[in-house]
Each structure stands twice: as structure tokens, then as C-alpha cells.
């Protein structure tokens, strides 16, 4: 009786740590990867390297990722493929990303977005516009590849 306890015990510890995740599928397999820490909302959680952060998030049971701008409705996982914007999150102070494409690193910085998400800073613009001047001038200079238009 105590031998069956344990395997019990073990098993919701596993349980634990998985979440609400797919172990066993009869095409695709899970390979076991390493537990990290993240935050979201300043809170403490977990995750396995790599996984997308929607994943993760799903699996600590956390439903709602955004609250859209017009309407303040909530929303959540929805496609899992990168076509929808009901992941939209901000991650490490970058607003709009994709938290079901993106992959789950190590002391992540999550939070929900509400409406189209804000810039961090006015650096982040700066150097958004430097780039784009860059590769025009990049395209438009001779013997270049671009078309100049």
C-alpha cells in the first residue's frame, strides 16, 4: 500500500510542474526540457525553456494575455499559430509580441497589454526610424540589390 501512495505522490508532483500540458500524443513527442523562472505581472512562475510563453502562461492558469482598446474585452489563447492578435503582450517592455510564437527564456518580464500597447521609451523609436533610413539608403545606393523605390 505505501509503494502505491508514492507513485500518487509522484505523480501530482509531476503534475504540478506540468501544468495543464500534453504529456503523451500517439504523432508528436515532448522532449523534456529545463524548468525556468519567469514573471508575469510581478508574480513568480514557471515554464519549461523554450516553450512558447502562451504555453506557459496557460499552463499557471492564466487566461487572459490582453484587454483590447475599443471595447476593454479580454482576450486569451486563441489560434496558437501567430494569425490573431488575442496574444498580443508585452514582454521584457516590447508591446505587441506574439507570446504563442515567441519561446519562454529565463527571467522573462510578462505582462498583459491593454489596447495596442505602448513603446518602452522614446529610444525605441529613435532606433526603429535610424534602421528604416538605413535600409532605404542601403537600397538606393549604386550596385545595390534594391530597386531604390
Do not use: W, Y
Amino acid at each position: 500500500m505505501q509503494s502505491s501512495e508514492c507513485k500518487v505522490q509522484r505523480s501530482k508532483c509531476k503534475q504540478k510542474t506540468l501544468g495543464a500540458r500534453i504529456t503523451s500524443h500517439p504523432i508528436l513527442s515532448f522532449p523534456l526540457r529545463s524548468e525556468v523562472e519567469f514573471s508575469f505581472e510581478n508574480r513568480r512562475l514557471r515554464g519549461f525553456d523554450g516553450e512558447p510563453i502562451a504555453v506557459a502562461l496557460a499552463a499557471n492558469g492564466i487566461k487572459v494575455f490582453r484587454i483590447t482598446e475599443k471595447m476593454l474585452r479580454p482576450r486569451g489563447f486563441f489560434c496558437a499559430v501567430g494569425k490573431c492578435s488575442s496574444c498580443l503582450m508585452e514582454v521584457d517592455g516590447r508591446p505587441n509580441v506574439m507570446v504563442c510564437m515567441e519561446p519562454l527564456r529565463a527571467g522573462m518580464r510578462v505582462r498583459r497589454q491593454e489596447g495596442r500597447g505602448r513603446l518602452a521609451s522614446a529610444e525605441c523609436r529613435v532606433q526603429s526610424a535610424e534602421c528604416k533610413v538605413a535600409a532605404r539608403k542601403r537600397n538606393t545606393e549604386p550596385g545595390s540589390e534594391g530597386t531604390g523605390h
